[in-house]
């Protein structure tokens, strides 16, 4: 009975602090929508890459990923499936005719009627921490990571071109990079109200707080 009580206590204590942390994130993560597209999408050939693109996005801080190049409902319903146990849903779409979606956001619409920014994550930019401080925050922002070619009205349409390190690299290290300097240590604080699985830091081993199954109990 004494070993239930403290595990109870415990677990009061590690929702309290995870409550803390969710309201001192979301305080800092309000703010305009941050969307991620990722071009040249090849069915069969990219889908680990981009599932993980897509993962990075929402676990960080992004509200959209649109997808571009082939359909893929497979990956939208796996991405459903992790949200729907994790939390923290995410808006998937596919786009057709990316270039004429990123003209239209950067010089008409970003869903508000106003342009919004656009910033391609490409090795060849300018370094982000640079860019970052010049980046308005009061629009939306549309994140492009380019697949196997990048047509050159992307350097076009984007109003930053930004990168990395200016070495070959994962376009998913890019982006963790990117949304982490972004957001700062609340993007990586991250927590989901709705989230089902909730796993605990720990030094050693894995620690995993399952609400189903302790409802059940």
């Given at each position: 009975?004494?070993?239930?009580?403290?595990n109870?206590?415990?677990?009061?204590?590690i929702?309290?602090?995870?409550?803390?942390?969710?309201?001192?994130?979301?305080?800092?993560?309000?703010?305009?929508?941050?969307?991620?597209?990722r071009?040249?999408?090849?069915?069969?050939?990219?889908?680990?890459?981009?599932?993980?693109?897509?993962l990075?996005?929402?676990?960080?801080?992004?509200?959209?990923?649109?997808?571009?190049?082939?359909?893929?409902?497979?990956?939208?319903?796996n991405?459903?499936s992790?949200?729907?146990?994790?939390?923290?849903?995410?808006?998937?779409?596919?786009?057709?005719?990316?270039?004429?979606?990123?003209?239209?956001f950067?010089e008409?619409?970003?869903?508000?009627?106003?342009?919004?920014?656009?910033?391609?994550?490409?090795?060849?930019?300018?370094?982000?921490?640079?860019a970052?401080p010049?980046?308005?925050?009061?629009?939306?922002?549309?994140l492009?990571v380019?697949?196997?070619k990048?047509?050159?009205?992307?350097?076009?349409?984007?109003?930053y071109?930004?990168?990395?390190?200016?070495q070959p690299h994962?376009?998913?290290?890019?982006?963790?990079?990117?949304?982490?300097?972004?957001?700062?240590e609340?993007?990586?604080?991250?927590t989901?109200?709705d989230?089902r699985?909730?796993i605990q830091?720990?030094?050693?081993?894995?620690?995993?707080?399952?609400?189903?199954?302790?409802?059940?109990?």
């Amino acid at each position: 009975m004494m070993n239930r009580n403290i595990n109870l206590n415990r677990n009061q204590a590690i929702d309290d602090c995870t409550f803390l942390v969710g309201l001192v994130t979301r305080s800092i993560m309000t703010g305009e929508r941050v969307d991620v597209l990722r071009l040249g999408y090849r069915l069969g050939r990219d889908p680990r890459i981009t599932t993980h693109l897509a993962l990075v996005g929402r676990a960080l801080g992004a509200d959209r990923f649109l997808l571009a190049g082939d359909e893929d409902p497979k990956m939208f319903e796996n991405l459903e499936s992790v949200a729907s146990r994790f939390g923290g849903g995410m808006d998937c779409q596919h786009v057709k005719g990316p270039m004429g979606w990123l003209r239209r956001f950067v010089e008409e619409d970003a869903g508000d009627g106003k342009p919004g920014v656009a910033i391609h994550l490409t090795m060849y930019g300018e370094p982000f921490r640079e860019a970052i401080p010049r980046i308005r925050r009061d629009r939306p922002i549309v994140l492009v990571v380019g697949g196997a070619k990048v047509p050159g009205d992307v350097y076009k349409h984007c109003q930053y071109n930004v990168a990395v390190g200016n070495q070959p690299h994962s376009e998913v290290a890019a982006l963790a990079l990117f949304l982490d300097a972004w957001y700062g240590e609340a993007g990586s604080n991250r927590t989901f109200d709705d989230a089902r699985l909730i796993i605990q830091p720990s030094a050693k081993g894995k620690r995993v707080r399952d609400l189903d199954r302790e409802e059940e109990e």
